[in-house]
């Protein structure tokens, strides 16, 4: 691609609900899109229907959309109980598909990993992209984006290809069929005062516009790569010099007391410029002489003596990121937050009961009974020990390399973004 040409996108698994968000965005900004998937829900874009495991028919639709970038989100959904289609789409799909983009000469992959492909049962708090793979996955699903996310990261610089692959966390938003159609069971069912765990543990949601923004985002990153443009010792200052803001999409202005703006609080004498002091704080536009400090631990993935022995994990291409909304929140408080919202819709009640807490340790005995059950009747339980587990476990990841290589900032906030994914499911409720 020469320098300053706009790209041609294929977006595989376009049809589904991160694609199409992907697909929209693009189209926003005036990109060629096309869509490679198993099936066609949208005509505003051409559609090249196949089986992403048949290297061929990758190439063939990479071919005739002229696709210069591909960004890969197809997958079947986690929770099936069929651990070979994970294996047929996500590994062998994924394998097809480098094969493909190589063949045909593509230059840029952006692949849609999960932020589960480190998780093991534990909790996870605050990780980083260092955090390797577990030596024993929690399901095939995490199993197999694993597998496929290496695949892609080592596929970078071969034969040409430049790669990224993207961990988004628990995605929500308009067009989920997965999350949102489970908490109104739930809720329909009058089952919302049941509580697994003491909710004390923080978990990441992160809505999907704000994860189609992070794929855009990538393959721009892999373009300045491409073009020579991206200023890698720009960003290595920035790292060393600069703090980065605090996430208030939902919480609002942070404000930090400060020897000169502050409440005065209690005093015995008043000070001299205790007018000035006061001011300052009171004033939403008052901006400190100087920026807030950066402190990094030695631990820290960026401190100095990280970058001082190793510096690669600062380029995009090869890398794999985390992205979430930067908003942990308490587990069961997301779903009563999308309940509470079913409260004030028409047509949607439900008896108030007392809240009912089982342990952790109770609700895994509960979910192997439930399973039991469903080995004996063949049918599939909907309660099980892998969603008590992921259900009771802290789950929350450090976003800062996203923001800082990929230029990542969250767009839609937490509480905005609920209200958009259940305007978005009771409208249409109201249309069917």
């Excluded at 979910?367 to 802290?394: I, M, Y």
């Amino acid at each position: 691609m020469a320098s300053g040409a706009r790209d041609s996108y294929l977006v595989i698994g376009g049809s589904g609900f991160l694609g199409r968000h992907i697909v929209e965005a693009l189209q926003a900004r005036g990109d060629v899109v096309s869509v490679f998937d198993i099936v066609q829900r949208y005509h505003d874009v051409p559609f090249f229907g196949g089986d992403i495991s048949e290297e061929d028919q990758v190439a063939d639709a990479l071919q005739k959309s002229n696709a210069t970038a591909i960004i890969h989100t197809a997958s079947p959904p986690a929770g099936l109980s069929d651990p070979a289609l994970y294996w047929k789409v996500n590994v062998d799909g994924t394998k097809a598909v480098i094969a493909a983009a190589q063949r045909v000469g593509v230059k840029k992959l952006v692949y849609t990993s999960s932020a589960g492909v480190v998780f093991n049962g534990e909790d996870i708090i605050d990780v980083d992209e260092r955090v390797g793979f577990p030596e024993k996955a929690m399901d095939a699903y995490n199993e197999s984006k694993a597998k496929a996310e290496r695949a892609v990261l080592e596929a970078n610089g071969q034969n040409g290809l430049l790669t990224v692959a993207l961990r988004p966390a628990g995605i929500f938003g308009p067009g989920d069929r997965q999350v949102m159609a489970g908490m109104v069971e739930v809720y329909k069912r009058n089952q919302t005062h049941f509580q697994i765990g003491d909710n004390s543990n923080l978990f990441d949601w992160t809505y999907v516009g704000n994860v189609a923004h992070a794929h855009l985002l990538a393959a721009d990153r892999l373009t300045e790569t491409l073009n020579g443009t991206l200023n890698l010792e720009k960003v290595q200052e920035e790292i060393k010099t600069k703090a980065l803001p605090p996430i208030l999409k939902t919480t609002g202005q942070l404000r930090v007391p400060s020897s000169d703006a502050r409440p005065l609080g209690p005093y015995l004498y008043r000070p001299d410029d205790a007018d000035e002091i006061e001011g300052k704080w009171q004033d939403p536009t008052y901006k400190p002489s100087a920026d807030r400090p950066l402190r990094r631990s030695k631990f820290d993935q960026f401190s100095e003596n990280s970058l001082t022995h190793d510096d690669s994990h600062l380029s995009v291409a090869g890398q794999a990121f985390f992205i979430t909304n930067g908003e942990p929140v308490y587990f069961w408080d997301f779903l009563r937050a999308v309940w509470y919202r079913l409260d004030r819709a028409d047509g949607f009640t439900r008896q108030e009961k007392g809240r009912t807490t089982f342990s952790k340790s109770i609700g895994m005995v509960l979910a192997g009974a439930a399973e039991w059950w469903g080995w004996l009747s063949g049918k599939e339980p909907t309660f099980t020990r892998f969603r008590v587990t992921f259900t009771c476990a802290s789950r929350w990841h450090n976003i800062e390399k996203a923001r800082r290589l990929l230029g990542y900032e969250p767009i839609v906030g937490m509480e905005e973004g609920l209200d958009k994914m259940v305007d978005w499911y009771l409208a249409t409720q109201a249309k069917a």
